[in-house]
């Protein structure tokens, strides 16, 4: 039986081999690129595992082994992967994706699962189909059409079936004209899910759902230091296609494009930017409001049923020190249908500045406050939410460079406050929290070894508990051989958390690695770890509780050039590196 599935692991292992690009390739550089490179990559990792306590999370010992094989041809660049791992023998659906964008002066073409950006509240997510963009001067123009989600279909009757998604297709037009400062650009997006592609006796449970989406984004500079930019998209969602259609005859010339039904809704989301750039100064005033229910197909997540207005800044002091600033407030419930109102500011600042050639500084601060108003229900004064959270930072660093030594020695220090200000409120759930942390870092020229060390200390006080936590780490690398391709390093970390009254855990963790590369084509890595735990809780006398953990990685890639017709420029340019 387990050499059944293993060969249908192995098997589901082979079909994984997957043409794709993530470049476009570029038609007129045709006749300059090679005719034909074969490249490629085998390799194999093996990790042991052993844990004193078992190992139920985690697998004694895991082996994979991995190919790549990359075919470009006069510039169109075609890889192959293959993967097969011991931990995978449940693997029944291989990924296949293909993807080609060869590119013409200002004009791309997409074959496969590519990506088109959009606006923002339009379209984020990749398509499976095809697509060509246009990028001029001044004029930009783009269109797609594919599938954008494959449909999920299990056996409605298993209780443990997967949750089900219908196959959703869709196609989308984008047009835009202007500089970078003075544009216009409009959108036109539309998918659809597919009723038939998953089983019927789902459809009482999900529903599918179709989708049209307008939009515009635009700038324009009314004065050299001051512009608007706007981003707006109205969106008709069909929350269910089962739904009975609106007669009305005013729409149905319209159907071809978008379906109305009576679970259809029309709404809005956009903004709106005043930017503003003087010497040395640089500010933005912004508006957003995402009308409730608002949805786009195109989109993963969108938050929604809000408005916010808030205003960033930015300056430099006498070139030295850089300042920046930012405030925004948040409100819900648009329609006053919630039961309650959250309001929602935010706010922080930020300074940094270097002092000669070794000392920076740098210091922080951040807020956030979050009020309960009223809505369809009245809020009770006793459970109304009201909080504040606070947040400093200081963080020092001074670098001293020297002929045979460097040294960099650097502070970080961090005190946050999260407080209930309903006056009701017995601090319950009320926490600070400081921590500082040292650093340093000693680098030996002659030897070219470097040294580490730091030493880490937090403590958190909550409602009548206090948690205590320190961290030592020291560490150093070095690396070997005429061509320094023998690289290692070895570090070692202590720690202790104790929450008093309670419990304290103290551990200890080493780890080892080392890299060689031998002839630019073999690569070899060793890691080994060790970690030693120790629990004592102190409610219970002489109650201990130790474990153990080991892990030890070994790996192995070669790299290889199968075959190779060269252009006679990358030929003379080769031959001239080795003369």
Not at 44 to 68: D, E, K, R
Not at 325 to 349: H, I, M, P, W
Not at 352 to 358: F, K, L, P, V, W
């Amino acid at each position: 039986m387990k050499s059944i599935i293993r060969n249908t692991s192995l098997m589901a292992a082979l079909l994984l081999l997957r043409p794709a690009t993530g470049m476009a390739q570029d038609i007129s550089q045709i006749a300059k690129s090679d005719p034909l490179i074969i490249t490629g990559a085998v390799g194999t990792q093996n990790t042991y595992y052993y844990s004193s306590i078992g190992s139920g999370f985690a697998s004694p010992m895991s082996n994979s082994f991995y190919a790549n094989l990359n075919i470009s041809l006069y510039g169109f660049s075609m890889p192959f992967s293959l993967y097969y791992s011991n931990n995978n023998l449940d693997f029944n659906y291989p990924h296949i994706s293909f993807n080609v964008s060869p590119t013409y002066k200002n004009w791309t073409l997409h074959f496969g699962r590519s990506s088109m950006p959009f606006n923002s509240y339009i379209f984020n997510t990749s398509f499976n189909g095809v697509g060509v963009e246009y990028r001029g001067a001044r004029l930009r123009f783009g269109a797609f059409y594919g599938q954008l989600r494959n449909a999920i279909n299990d056996d409605p009757a298993n209780p443990r079936a997967r949750m089900p998604q219908y196959k959703r297709t869709g196609w989308g037009l984008k047009l835009g004209y202007g500089t970078s400062k003075n544009y216009l650009d409009l959108y036109v997006f539309r998918a659809k899910d597919r009723p038939g592609s998953i089983d019927e006796a789902w459809h009482s449970r999900i529903s599918a759902q179709e989708n049209l989406v307008l939009g515009l984004r635009g700038c324009v500079g009314l004065k050299e230091w001051v512009s608007l930019s706007t981003n707006v998209s109205m969106s008709a969602l069909t929350s269910d296609l089962n739904s009975d259609r609106l007669e009305v005859e005013k729409i149905d010339k319209y159907r071809n494009i978008f379906d109305a039904r009576y679970s259809s809704l029309m709404r809005f989301a956009g903004d709106a930017n005043l930017n503003f750039s003087l010497k040395g100064f640089n500010a933005s005033l912004f508006y957003r409001l995402v009308q409730p229910d608002y949805s786009s197909l195109g989109v993963r997540y969108m938050s929604n049923n809000y408005h916010a207005l808030g205003i960033m800044a930015s300056t430099s002091l006498l070139n030295k020190v850089m300042l920046s600033a930012n405030f925004s407030g948040q409100e819900d419930n648009l329609t006053d249908k919630q039961l309650y109102t959250t309001r929602c500011f935010v706010y922080s600042a930020n300074a940094s500045t270097r002092i000669g050639q070794s000392l920076t500084l740098s210091a922080g601060y951040n807020g956030y406050l979050q009020s309960q108003g009223d809505g369809t229900v009245r809020v009770n004064d006793t459970t109304r939410v009201h909080r504040v959270m606070h947040s400093f930072s200081l963080t020092p660093s001074y670098t001293l460079s020297g002929q045979s030594t460097d040294h960099t020695f650097s502070v970080s220090m961090n005190y946050s406050q999260n407080k209930d200000l309903n006056k009701f409120s017995n601090g319950e759930s009320d926490v600070k929290t400081f921590s500082v942390g040292t650093s340093y870092n000693l680098n030996v020229k002659s030897i070219e070894t470097d040294f580490t060390a730091s030493v880490n200390h937090q403590q958190s006080r909550g409602y009548r508990t206090r948690y205590n936590s320190e961290v030592l780490s020291m560490g150093v690398s070095r690396s070997f051989l005429k061509e320094r391709n023998l690289t290692t390093s070895v570090d070692i970390n202590f720690c202790n958390n104790k929450v008093e009254g309670q419990s304290r855990n103290f551990s200890i963790g080493a780890n080892m690695a080392a890299n060689l590369i031998l002839k630019k084509v073999h690569n070899f890595s060793f890691m080994a770890g060790y970690n030693r735990y120790q629990d004592t809780n102190i409610s219970e006398d002489n109650t201990s509780f130790g474990a153990d953990e080991l892990s030890v990685s070994l790996n192995y890639t070669y790299t290889f050039s199968l075959f190779s017709i060269m252009s006679k420029a990358h030929k003379a340019e080769k031959e001239k590196k080795t003369m």
